[in-house]
C-alpha cells in the first residue's frame, strides 16, 4: 500500500474572473474539505472522479462545471487532497491562462495536514494508446514526461521532463499557459470560444514562432503537461507516486487514462 499525507486549506480563497470560453463573469470560492475534491454549482455537488466527467471538448467538464482542468492541476501539483470548490457560473475562470493564480491564492492561504490515506500499489503499467497518442503510467516517484507534437507545423515537437513534479510544479510548471494555433483564432472566435482569454492570457502560436511573449521555449508542452496532471488527478493518486509519460494527448484521453488508473487502485480508503 501507498500511504499519503491529506491537505487541505487552512482558509476560504475567494477568486474572479471570466469563464475561459464562455467569458461569463464567475466567482469561485474554495473551502477546506474532508472528503475528497467536490465542485458545487447550484444544488449539484460533483466528485472529482474521472466517471462525472460529462464532457472533455477543448477541456474538461465535470459534471455541469466546465474548464476544471487547471484548478485540479493546481490542486495536485500542491499535493491538496480535500476541498470544496463552489461556483456561481458553470465554468472556472480563464484567469492568466495558466494554474499560477490558483497555486498562488492556495499558498497564501496556507495549507494543512488532516491525517492520511492509502491506495494500493500500482503492479504493471496503465497504458493506453490510439495512433499517434500515448499515456503510460507506472509505480513511481514523480518523473513526469510530456511530448507535444506537431508533425510539419512549427514548433514541431516539444518534449518537457521533470524527475520531481510535486517539486518542480510551482515555478515550472503551473505558470504555462493555454496556447491557441493562429490560424485557428477565426474559428474559435465563430464558435464562440475563449472568451475569457486575450493576446496576454493566452500563448499564440504563429506558423514560424510565437505572436506573443512566451513564458518558456517550450510553453505548450509544459501546459500540455499541466492538463495532463490535472485530468490524471481525477483518480485521486498523488503525483509524487507515479511516473507518467505523456504524447499527443489532449483532455479525452487524459481522462480516459484516468479511468483506467482509478481502477487499477480502487478505491481510495
Request: proline share 5%.
Amino acid at each position: 500500500m501507498i500511504s499519503y499525507k491529506r491537505k487541505t486549506l487552512q482558509n476560504d480563497i475567494v477568486i474572479e474572473g471570466l469563464g475561459l470560453h464562455s467569458g461569463v463573469p464567475v466567482r469561485v470560492q474554495i473551502h477546506p474539505g474532508e472528503n475528497g475534491i467536490a465542485f458545487r454549482y447550484g444544488s449539484d455537488r460533483v466528485l472529482a472522479r474521472p466517471e462525472n466527467v460529462t464532457d472533455t471538448t477543448r477541456c474538461t467538464t465535470l459534471g455541469p462545471v466546465g474548464t476544471i482542468e487547471h484548478m485540479m492541476s493546481a490542486l495536485a501539483g500542491l499535493e491538496v487532497t480535500d476541498a470544496e470548490i463552489e461556483v456561481d457560473a458553470p465554468e472556472m475562470p480563464g484567469l492568466d491562462g495558466s494554474a499560477l493564480p490558483y497555486v498562488s491564492a492556495l499558498i497564501e492561504t496556507g495549507l494543512v495536514e488532516i491525517g492520511t490515506r492509502e491506495i494500493p500499489e500500482i503492479y504493471g503499467r496503465v497504458f493506453l494508446q490510439e495512433d499517434q497518442i500515448k499515456v503510460a503510467i507506472s509505480k513511481g516517484t514523480g518523473h513526469w514526461r510530456y511530448v507535444y507534437a506537431f508533425n510539419d507545423r512549427w514548433p514541431g515537437e516539444q518534449t518537457f521532463e521533470t524527475l520531481d513534479t510535486a517539486g518542480a510544479y510551482v515555478d515550472q510548471i503551473a505558470p504555462a499557459r493555454t496556447f491557441v494555433l493562429a490560424e485557428e483564432i477565426p474559428m474559435i472566435i465563430q464558435m464562440g470560444l475563449g472568451k475569457g482569454l486575450d493576446e496576454n492570457t493566452a500563448l499564440i502560436l504563429g506558423i514560424e514562432g510565437y505572436k506573443n511573449e512566451a513564458r518558456f521555449d517550450d510553453e505548450p508542452a509544459r501546459h500540455k503537461l499541466l492538463d495532463l496532471i490535472g485530468d490524471l488527478y481525477l483518480s485521486g493518486v498523488p503525483i509524487r507516486h507515479i511516473n507518467v509519460v505523456g504524447e499527443r494527448s489532449g483532455h479525452r484521453t487524459n481522462v480516459k487514462v484516468a479511468g483506467l488508473l482509478a481502477q487499477a487502485v480502487g478505491s481510495v480508503t
